[in-house]
């Protein structure tokens, strides 16, 4: 069976806005195909590709490990994003560690091929974009980083690390926390509220988003209080 038959979904990826319906075929019918384990490594920080990887099935965490070996959860792929692409264009090596969350499905796409796909105008300027959205991301969750609250973090960082289906796998709450930065009890706090509110329900694996517009409304709510809370200690 072809790739595209296989993964029909891949086809709405970002990498392919604007490019025909044929383009698309033949670029995601050329790509290999691996099947990567929950927990296996998808490409490891600090070594080379030569391929990009394309999410087609499952999902993959990234990740970094700093010098003294604290483990920084980046964000997680989904279906369509793609993993080593600047990798491999550059030739350097990985900037962080791709970890697949499940049973996953990757497709690749050597770095000759993608010389050639580099020719056409608008795989460019997708190429652009992508790195555009990534400069963006940074940028937006450096802010909140350093300005939202525990109980912020928690609704904003559900909303990221979720699924187009609302599924956000998380494991434990623990690993939630690290990846906000906080204590596992503000998170079992903050989760509980939002499950009592009928926003979210918890299950086996982590989350499960049932209100994507009440969990933007809670995270105004909280964002609201937050102003009253600073102008009432200006007073």
Known sequence: MKNSDRFPSVLDAKIFRGLTGEYKNQFIDSCGFRKFRRGEIVLPQGEQTDKMLMVAEGRVEISYISETGHKTIIYHAFVGNVLGFVETLSERACAGTCTALTDTNILTCKRSALYEHMQNPVFIRNFAEDLHDVLVHDNLYKSIDQ?????????????????????????????????????????????????????????????????????????????????????????
């Open 147 to 235: 300005f939202y609250t525990a109980e912020q973090k928690v609704c904003v960082y559900l909303e990221k690390l979720s699924a187009s289906d609302g599924t956000v796998v998380i494991g434990s709450q623990s690993y939630l926390a690290d990846v906000i930065g906080c204590t596992r009890q503000t998170v079992n706090k903050e989760l509980g509220r939002l499950r009592d509110q009928g926003i979210i329900e918890i299950t086996k694996t982590g989350v499960l988003i049932l209100d994507y517009s009440a969990l933007s409304n809670r995270l105004t709510q909280l964002s609201d209080t937050q102003k009253e809370s600073k102008r009432g200690g200006n007073c």
